[in-house]
């Protein structure tokens, strides 16, 4: 069965307007598809030209996490999970803090325990955390790992949740430094960090950090009778409906190893939202990165840059404004028309959300609108019964389209276990013509927790993409994907944020270099591009921070592209 991801719709959701306001949106839509060619940058992808269909191969992963040396268990102080904060879980980030050129680990833990860096020694896997300086034990939420003092080492915030955020500058010398106080990042104790992400806002050629916060639990006692899991008669649902919400924050990198609190002034505190996922991307595709915070129990937000640091609320005008429980975010160009969709993941009984981005539409006039198709993805009913959390859009089967992987886990204690939530598989989709399509064969393993943070790289090197799972209150799994592909691959590494063009034959794919989403993890800050069908890469071209091509980059090379004038290189197998 094919999907017409060009056509359009709307599936109906929590967000979507009533008669009353219905004029309103019609009024902002219209002035939007008035203005909407004004905005040049990115819009000219060309249509993809017909090419001869390449058979996938079916998805094969293999938990490999112990064998491969990460024997990490997520736990929390008194092993008793009573608390919503316990529920939540923690999250991980890929980065190579030793510059050795594979990817290392962080994975955060909860309360009394250390949070633990495994360093990659060529496919498995060594302890570092003591000896690094970052076995931080407070209650780790997110990580998110990027190069914010453009040393070229790449450093790690941690978000926590009862303690200050820490910022542990990377020496280059296999160790970090704590500067959480110098850069002024930290925040306050009772401020409970969630996810959070690196990129250049406001343009200055520096990358700046937004943290999404959750809800007030400085008083559990608040909400009394809702905060209690196990009980006499049996569990309870850890909810946070009946906390407030917290404000996120931006903080502005001011190049010296500090940073200012501009949420006010760049209009991004989200007051009303209880924030547990944020991205950035280039959405509208004008050449500066816009936010997007998936809430919890509370609307999704969409930020867009104004191109000045400043930013508006769009969500209502976008039709964004989600009101399901946010979880889970990635972006990526689905449909390849040029333009990036993003994929949010949602409370059991919700239906996760695949949103098309009508910026560069083909088919119709173009606008800076999202339509919900998840319906007609396939992504919708089958995710009916399942909680997602962290998520990741990636080609797993090399056949040049994005695939989708989600860990699921229930937020419910287990009656008979009550020191974990009830487990649930995780799914992974194929992509065939735009329609995803649940793989459940592509595990062999069974024994299923609650999964909460995700973070994806090719860890082994071996030019496909595998997934890291942190579980809650249970081991971490490491998915290795044995798919079998029948094509070749590229790699290609940007500076957070930049804009990638790489031409296959006549086909165009789009992509973007990120530094946080999914659900409190960071991926590899790698694309890997999979060449199908014995074809070859023609040219891959950075648009932005600065223009610069490389051509026909040979199969199994690496092309880094630098922000300043650096030539880019480009490293053969």
Not at 20 to 46: E, F
């Amino acid at each position: 069965m094919t999907t017409d991801l060009g056509r359009r719709s709307r599936v109906p959701s929590p967000s979507c307007i009533d008669a009353a306001q219905a004029p309103k949106r019609l009024t902002a839509l219209c002035v939007l598809l008035i203005v909407a060619g004004l905005a040049a940058c990115d819009r000219g992808a060309d249509t993809p030209a017909a090419v001869a269909p390449v058979a996938s191969a079916p998805l094969r992963f293999t938990e490999t996490a112990v064998d491969a040396g990460i024997d990490f268990v997520s736990m929390y102080r008194d092993d008793v999970l009573d608390y919503v904060s316990e529920a939540i879980g923690g999250g991980a980030a890929w980065l190579d803090y030793d510059n050795d050129d594979d990817w290392d680990v962080y994975i955060t833990t909860g309360a009394g325990h250390p949070n633990a860096l495994y360093r990659n020694d060529g496919g498995t896997f060594t302890l570092v955390s003591a000896e690094a300086g970052v076995g931080h034990e407070g209650c780790g939420m997110g990580a998110a790992a990027a190069d914010y003092d453009a040393d070229g080492w790449p450093d790690l915030f941690v978000t926590n949740f009862g303690a200050p955020d820490a910022l542990y500058r990377n020496r280059g010398d296999g160790t970090f430094e704590d500067v959480t106080t110098s850069a002024r990042v930290g925040g306050e104790p009772t401020e409970w960090s969630a996810s959070a992400a690196w990129g250049d806002v406001d343009g200055d050629g520096d990358l700046d950090l937004y943290v999404a916060r959750y809800v007030d639990f400085s008083d559990p006692s608040s909400a009394m009778g809702v905060y209690v899991a196990v009980k006499p008669e049996g569990p309870e649902t850890l909810h946070p409906e009946f906390y407030a919400p917290q404000a996120n924050a931006l903080y502005a990198n001011n190049g010296d190893g500090t940073f200012d609190d501009v949420t006010d002034r760049a209009g991004v505190r989200d007051a009303a939202g209880k924030g547990l996922a944020v991205a950035f991307a280039d959405y509208d595709n004008d050449a500066d990165l816009d936010l997007y915070v998936a809430n919890d129990v509370s609307a999704n937000t969409m930020f867009t840059n104004r191109g000045d640091g400043t930013f508006a609320d769009t969500s209502f005008l976008t039709g964004t404004d989600d009101l399901r429980a946010g979880m889970g975010i990635d972006f990526g160009d689905i449909d390849e028309d040029g333009d990036l969709d993003f994929f949010v993941t949602y409370l059991q009984d919700e239906m996760n959300g695949l949103y098309r981005n009508n910026t560069t539409r083909h088919d119709a006039a173009p606008s800076d609108t999202f339509d919900d198709i998840a319906s007609e993805a396939g992504v919708a009913m089958s995710s009916l019964g399942l909680t997602g959390w962290g998520t990741v859009l990636e080609d797993f089967d090399g056949d040049g389209d994005f695939d989708l992987f989600v860990t699921n886990g229930h937020v419910n204690v287990d009656q008979s276990n009550p020191v974990e939530c009830i487990g649930q598989r995780d799914q992974v989709f194929r992509n065939d013509d735009g329609a995803l399509t649940d793989a459940p064969d592509a595990f062999a393993f069974t024994d299923w927790r609650a999964g909460r943070g995700l973070a994806a790289a090719d860890y082994d090197n071996d030019g496909d993409v595998d997934v890291l799972v942190v579980q809650n209150n249970a081991r971490a799994l490491l998915f290795r994907n044995d798919t079998q592909s029948t094509g070749d691959w590229v790699k290609v590494r940007a500076p957070v944020g930049a804009r990638i063009h790489v031409q296959i034959g006549g086909r165009t794919l789009i992509r973007e270099a990120r530094a946080g989403s999914s659900f409190l993890s960071t991926h590899a800050p790698e694309m890997v591009i999979a060449t199908p069908g014995g074809r070859t890469v023609d040219r891959v071209t950075m648009a932005r921070p600065r223009q610069e091509t490389v051509s026909n980059p040979p199969p199994r090379s690496v092309t880094t592209f630098y922000a300043d004038d650096r030539p880019a290189t480009v490293t053969s197998p």
